[in-house]
């Protein structure tokens, strides 16, 4: 298999000194069987075989590989490399090379894991499995939180051992502080739940006061302050206008975005959306609800619903998976991820100047459920379809509902 890779002599003679030359076969297998095109997969054994010539000069071999090391080569030599061609210099091409390379010796069991940098580590390890299990929260949200909890250890306790007893009640808002600098309102509203949380946590397990918990400062950010942001209709038609329908990722592209613009699903429910999700006979979309373990069914509108049919008889790649959408560049057939649908997305707002102010892709479900309430809708239905388990989340919509709030506004005083 790797023989059609490199087919010269001198290639192969190099790749056999290399240290990591005995994993080079099972890398082009684990990369073959992720339906990588080859000349991806040749572009990521140069970056291997770079990584090997830079332990080599270090004087280690394949059994010292761990996450250190590979953080050592990114962050301190891959800057000033004078490595000569071709090995690759690009953070691009090498960064996601050595990823496959960690995670494949995470699956063998034979990675080496260094010890924790900070002795902070262990608590927040705990911490990290405290969000989890028992609260139930997202990878994202645990990943999220942990970030702002260890930036503030760090900063205080740094690598010395931590004594818990030396939190002052300062420390959270001096923290926030600083914050408020850099971030708006309603993030800084994140950062400071995050520190209340984790300070709970050190309280449940003795590590600190409840004075500490009760001093982290609440952050002005009024409920329902602001206008849901929305795409008129217009916009809507020129975005879905830059996707090229006359090929399969375009097909595929059009058929996401709209999933998010008229049924105003999450991100993370489109990119796990599988087959036995639809029920083309009853036509209904089931979205598995993985906070309370339930399911939500949704309409399955005929636009909807011929934009997936177009992709899925003209364009799917057949994978192994159930996955409705599904990638076409690396990783082919496996299915897509949140990362490519909101590329996707800001692809397309570059392409309008009116809308390349535009980041993010909540944008589209404002746009959906602004849409429902024009037309009709409750806000309890639009509550059903969005997926709020409390109506209060749905109630800023009743504030563009400019028909109703028209039939209900008094004169002006002087117009009488």
């Known amino acids: 298999?790797?023989?059609?890779?490199?087919?010269?002599?001198?290639?192969?003679?190099?790749?056999?000194?290399?240290?990591?030359?005995?994993?080079?076969?099972?890398?082009?297998?684990?990369?073959?069987?992720?339906?990588?095109?080859?000349?991806?997969?040749?572009?990521?054994?140069?970056?291997?075989?770079?990584?090997?010539?830079?332990?080599?000069?270090?004087g280690l071999d394949a059994t010292a590989v761990n996450r250190k090391l590979v953080r050592s080569f990114i962050c301190d030599h891959l800057p000033k490399c004078r490595c000569p061609a071709p090995a690759p210099k690009r953070l691009g091409v090498v960064r996601p090379a050595l990823n496959h390379l960690l995670k494949l010796l995470q699956k063998k069991g034979v990675l080496k894991e260094v010890a924790p940098a900070f002795p902070i580590d262990g608590v927040l390890d705990q911490y990290r499995i405290h969000l989890h299990d028992v609260c139930g929260l997202a990878e994202a949200?645990?990943?999220?939180?942990?970030r702002y909890s260890r930036e503030l250890l760090e900063g205080k306790i740094g690598r010395r051992k931590p004594?818990?007893?030396?939190?002052?009640?300062?420390?959270?808002?001096?923290?926030?502080?600083?914050?408020?600098?850099?971030?708006s309102r309603s993030s800084l509203q994140t950062v400071a739940s995050s520190l209340r949380s984790f300070f709970r946590f050190l309280q449940v397990n003795d590590?600190?006061?409840?004075?500490?918990?009760?001093?982290?400062?609440?952050?002005?950010?009024?409920?329902?302050?602001?206008?849901?942001?929305?795409?008129?209709?217009?916009?809507?038609?020129?975005?879905?206008?830059?996707?090229?329908?006359?090929?399969?990722?375009?097909?595929?592209?059009?058929?996401m975005v709209l999933c998010l613009v008229l049924l105003g699903m999450r991100v993370s429910e489109v990119a796990n959306l599988e087959l036995d999700h639809i029920d083309w006979h009853r036509g209904i979309i089931r979205?598995?609800?993985?906070?309370?373990?339930?399911?939500?069914?949704?309409?399955?509108?005929?636009?909807?619903?011929?934009?997936?049919?177009?992709?899925?008889?003209?364009?799917?790649?057949?994978?192994?998976?159930?996955?409705?959408?599904?990638?076409?560049?690396?990783?082919?057939?496996?299915?897509?991820?949140?990362?490519?649908?909101?590329?996707?997305?800001?692809?397309?707002?570059?392409?309008i100047p009116e809308c390349s102010h535009l980041y993010g892709t909540h944008v589209l479900r404002h746009t959906a459920a602004t849409g429902m309430l024009q037309r009709g809708a409750n806000l309890k239905d639009i509550a059903d379809v969005l997926g709020?388990?409390?109506?209060?989340?749905t109630t800023i919509y009743a504030k563009v509902n400019l028909t109703s709030l028209a039939a209900v506004a008094l004169p002006w005083p002087e117009a009488r």
């Open 287 to 351: 979205i598995p609800l993985n906070k309370s373990r339930r399911y939500r069914e949704l309409p399955l509108p005929n636009r909807v619903g011929a934009a997936i049919s177009s992709y899925l008889r003209n364009g799917r790649l057949s994978g192994q998976g159930r996955s409705v959408f599904v990638r076409h560049k690396g990783a082919r057939g496996s299915a897509v991820t949140n990362s490519v649908i909101k590329g996707v997305v800001r692809l397309a707002y570059a392409k």
């Open 141 to 146: 949200t645990c990943t999220s939180r942990l």
């Open 388 to 393: 709020h388990t409390s109506i209060e989340s």
């Open 1 to 58: 298999m790797t023989e059609s890779l490199f087919r010269r002599p001198y290639f192969w003679a190099r790749l056999r000194t290399n240290p990591l030359a005995e994993m080079i076969e099972e890398y082009v297998a684990h990369f073959h069987g992720l339906r990588y095109s080859w000349l991806t997969i040749r572009a990521h054994v140069q970056g291997l075989e770079h990584f090997g010539c830079w332990l080599h000069s270090k």
């Open 207 to 255: 590590l600190c006061g409840p004075q500490i918990v009760a001093t982290v400062p609440r952050i002005a950010n009024w409920k329902h302050a602001g206008l849901p942001k929305g795409l008129s209709k217009r916009q809507i038609r020129k975005i879905l206008a830059t996707f090229d329908r006359r090929n399969a990722v375009g097909r595929r592209n059009s058929a």
């Open 163 to 183: 004594r818990w007893n030396a939190l002052s009640p300062n420390d959270a808002s001096d923290f926030l502080k600083q914050y408020s600098q850099r971030v």
